[in-house]
């Protein structure tokens, strides 16, 4: 008679992380034949992915994503588009971004601004990023000026002054 395994309140809790490993262990298993088969080269693009934290100056925490999570087509003639790691300062009256784009000429940078929003694009033969911000505030877009050095950019923009409100007034 084959023995039977007992369960308790630790298997119950912890039973599912079990059929998790195991498929994980599968998608590795595949992942691997696909290399050794050729399939799968060293020419392959990183996988990136990440968090970054900061605290606002209203105290409150900002969690940002950032890399190319999903895995690009290997077929694909085309580098995947990546979402650079960035960082937004906030002064009294300044906003200034700081991104990461490693590896990528300064000519191939693309940076437009608008009033709360900033949008940065690199389309090289070899790279691509793009990110799509929405600033903390209002800022004078004519203002801006733009940085590459040593694969980080840094966008410098002057806030915009408080928008006056239109308030009706009653004629007597």
């Given at each position: 008679m084959p023995k039977r395994k007992r369960m308790d309140g630790w298997d119950g809790a912890f039973g599912p992380f079990d059929d998790e490993f195991a498929e994980l262990r599968e998608?590795?298993?595949?992942?691997?034949?696909?290399?050794?088969?050729?399939?799968?080269?060293?020419?392959?693009?990183?996988?990136?992915?990440?968090?970054?934290?900061?605290?606002?100056p209203d105290g409150a925490p900002t969690i940002q994503q950032f890399g190319?999570?999903?895995p690009p087509q290997l077929a694909e003639p085309e580098p995947p588009t990546r979402e650079p790691l960035t960082d937004i300062r906030e002064d009294k009256d300044?906003?200034?971004?700081?991104?990461?784009?490693?590896?990528v000429d300064k000519e191939d940078i693309k940076?437009?601004?608008?009033?709360?929003?900033?949008?940065?694009?690199?389309?090289?033969?070899?790279?691509?990023?793009?990110?799509h911000l929405d600033l903390p505030c209002?800022?004078?877009?004519d203002s801006a000026k733009a940085n590459y050095k040593n694969g980080v950019l840094e966008v410098v923009m002057r806030r915009a002054g408080p928008k006056r409100k239109r308030k009706a007034v009653k004629v007597e």
């Amino acid at each position: 008679m084959p023995k039977r395994k007992r369960m308790d309140g630790w298997d119950g809790a912890f039973g599912p992380f079990d059929d998790e490993f195991a498929e994980l262990r599968e998608r590795m298993d595949r992942i691997l034949e696909r290399m050794l088969s050729g399939e799968l080269t060293e020419a392959t693009d990183p996988l990136t992915y990440g968090f970054s934290m900061r605290v606002g100056p209203d105290g409150a925490p900002t969690i940002q994503q950032f890399g190319n999570a999903v895995p690009p087509q290997l077929a694909e003639p085309e580098p995947p588009t990546r979402e650079p790691l960035t960082d937004i300062r906030e002064d009294k009256d300044k906003v200034t971004v700081i991104m990461e784009l490693p590896g990528v000429d300064k000519e191939d940078i693309k940076v437009m601004a608008e009033d709360r929003d900033l949008d940065v694009e690199v389309d090289s033969p070899d790279k691509r990023f793009s990110k799509h911000l929405d600033l903390p505030c209002g800022v004078l877009p004519d203002s801006a000026k733009a940085n590459y050095k040593n694969g980080v950019l840094e966008v410098v923009m002057r806030r915009a002054g408080p928008k006056r409100k239109r308030k009706a007034v009653k004629v007597e």
